[in-house]
């Protein structure tokens, strides 16, 4: 009974650690149950200079036109208005790669123009 009282205190003092050292984005991309999804942005605010690289905070919509607020970095500026699809698993993103308007679901049209 002492082994199993100690396993399950280790355990959530583990868990309470995770919780409080680990940044939310590495947490996201560990945890099997938060859901991938793709967002929608477009390139309409300037980027923050972060140690040779760029951040960038935008709005942006999945593809059923829910908004999302998603911050990613990029190695190079990106172009004035210039539309992503940035895919994501909860804070972190995975990867971003440049769209054309046209392949934008419906949805995600309206809400971006």
Not at 59 to 75: A, L, M, Y
Request: glycine share 6%.
């Amino acid at each position: 009974m002492k082994k199993l009282a100690l396993v399950f205190l280790l355990f959530v003092v583990l868990l309470i650690s995770i919780f409080t050292v680990v940044p939310k984005e590495d947490r996201d991309h560990m945890n099997p149950f938060v859901p991938k999804e793709e967002v929608y942005v477009k390139i309409n605010e300037d980027a923050i200079s972060k140690g040779g690289r760029y951040e960038y905070t935008l709005s942006g919509f999945n593809k059923v036109g829910e908004e999302r607020e998603i911050t990613f970095d990029s190695g190079k500026i990106l172009k004035q208005n210039a539309i992503l699809k940035i895919s994501v698993k909860g804070a972190f993103v995975e990867k971003w790669e440049e769209v054309k308007a046209k392949d934008l679901p419906e949805k995600v049209k309206v809400k971006l123009n």
